[in-house]
């Protein structure tokens, strides 16, 4: 069936260092891919998205790059700080909102 | 503007019982879906709702799980009976139309002993 990856589980990086979580997904036919940040207790929120008709996408610190052929997606945080520590979801969607999701990556910044 | 709302937000039971989670989505969001994440998994999709109607329950794993939305405003979900396998953390999500971003609840953890 449809599945997305996401590597790795977990990611500790120092303050100011950058941090890349990769997720692969197996249906061709998906066409969008939001990224959704977790705090502890809070609930899901978008961060950033891309659609298939775009390379790459940057809002600010974070920004996402899309490899259709390879069928790769990938989230970039430059500079991190404290409050980059949550939890991180990928999903894949074919346009619907159906997505199927990665595991999750934990990511703690380290001060 | 209020978010999604849920409710309770962590239940325990013991296996066998019934639970009944409920779902308040974002006013004016036809569209209503149910998500379940069990213990270090990932987010699965259970449902869909525009409206009152259900979209696509495909995701609903078996006969024990019911969803309504009667008037097509909050949103209910009822476990019965409860299995152990049923723990896990269920988001409720929203969103206006068939674009735009999904608003999700902060979700309902569940425990079944």
């Known amino acids: 069936g449809e599945n997305v990856e996401q590597h790795p589980s977990t990611l500790s990086v120092q303050e100011g260092d950058s941090a890349v979580i990769k997720c692969t997904y197996s249906?061709?036919?998906?066409?969008?891919f939001p990224w959704y940040k977790q705090e502890l207790g809070k609930r899901p929120q978008l961060i950033i998205d891309?659609?298939?008709?775009?390379g790459e996408k940057k809002d600010q610190r974070i920004a996402v790059t899309l490899n259709k052929t390879a069928k790769h997606f990938s989230l970039h945080i430059t500079e991190t700080q404290p409050e980059d520590s949550a939890v991180y979801f990928c999903?894949?969607?074919?346009?619907?909102?159906?997505?199927?999701f990665g595991t999750g990556t934990r990511l703690k910044v380290l001060a | 503007e209020a978010g999604v709302t849920q409710f309770p937000s962590h239940s325990v039971i013991e296996k066998g019982q019934t639970v009944t989670l409920r779902c308040d989505p974002i006013?004016?969001?036809?569209?209503l879906y149910w998500y379940r994440r069990v213990m270090g998994k990932e987010i699965k999709f259970l449902l869909h709702?525009?409206?009152?109607?259900?979209?696509?329950e495909s995701g609903m794993p078996n006969n024990r799980f019911l969803a309504e939305r009667t008037g097509g405003t909050y949103s209910t979900l009822k476990v019965q009976p409860a299995e152990l396998e049923d723990s896990g953390v269920y988001f409720c999500?929203?969103?206006?139309?068939?674009?735009?971003?999904?608003?999700f609840g902060e979700g309902s953890r569940l425990t079944v002993l």
């Open positions: 999500a929203s969103s206006q139309g068939n674009t735009g971003e999904l608003f």
């Open positions: 249906d061709s036919a998906s066409n969008y």
């Open positions: 891309i659609r298939s008709n775009v």
């Open positions: 999903a894949a969607s074919k346009g619907t909102y159906k997505y199927i």
């Open positions: 006013s004016g969001h036809d569209n």
């Open positions: 709702f525009v409206k009152e109607s259900k979209q696509d």
